[in-house]
């Protein structure tokens, strides 16, 4: 049934939409799971890289809900043709959403457009609500869809889409590791890098910050990281200075607070 279901989708788009699943699967399906989401603390699953394939051939699907006039349009959108775009992503989620089987497929391809920052569309959610499968698609599809001509620009050439990928993931719109997956599937040499925490905070201080969203004690993070509760105490307070609170409780609510969970 999973093989029907691929040749079922497949035959809903046009082959021009089938590159975001080139790009991602990079010519072996199934390896998607270590070549464009590696280093993570969960890997993901074999029905989460069919869930992102299927969500890949579905991601724009809405776009039959704009008229065609405004995708050639050959200049700047005005303000009422671009909130129509914006709708395309609103339109794929539900073309899905009234199947329980389907949902998954439509949520993911609903959200390519999404930014961490929240800067995207239809939703314009932020990184919290953002998980691997949207992160991923979001990136592959910048990708192809630079990399192609539209009616108002030319098409970039990789070494430009590229630089414009890493602008994106570096001022914080789409994820560090998505990027560099993407890249590196669509055959770029992407080097490896260390991972940046948010406000300078150290690899010590987010285990600490991890333990506290746990609600642990000073005394329970201190037995389970091999440190003195004194020393717990300090990195707790450094975390509260560098987010900006004043309490335990504050730190785990904060915002600073869930977007280090999603680089964790």
Partial sequence: MKGLADVAMAELVADEDCVVVRVLEHGRRGAMAEQVWPGRRAHLEQDDVTLIRRAALAHDLGRVGVPNSIWEKPAALAFGEWERVRLHAHFTERAFAQSPALGPIGRIAGAHHERLDGSGYHRGVRAPDLDEAPRILAAADCYVAMREARPHRPALDAAAAEAEL???????????????????????????????????????????????????????????????????????????????????????????????????
């Fill in 166 to 264: 890493l602008r994106d993931a570096s001022d914080g719109r789409l994820d560090q590791d998505a990027v560099a997956a993407v890249l590196t599937a669509a055959g770029h040499r992407v080097s490896e890098r260390a991972r940046e925490l948010p406000a300078g905070l150290t690899p010590r201080e987010l285990e600490v910050l991890l333990a506290l969203v746990h609600g642990d004690s000073n005394q329970a993070i201190g037995d389970a990281l091999g440190i003195s509760v004194k020393t717990a105490g300090h990195h707790v307070q450094h975390i509260y200075e560098k987010a900006g609170v004043r309490s335990r409780a504050a730190a785990t609510l904060s915002p600073f607070e869930q977007a280090l969970l999603h680089t964790a």
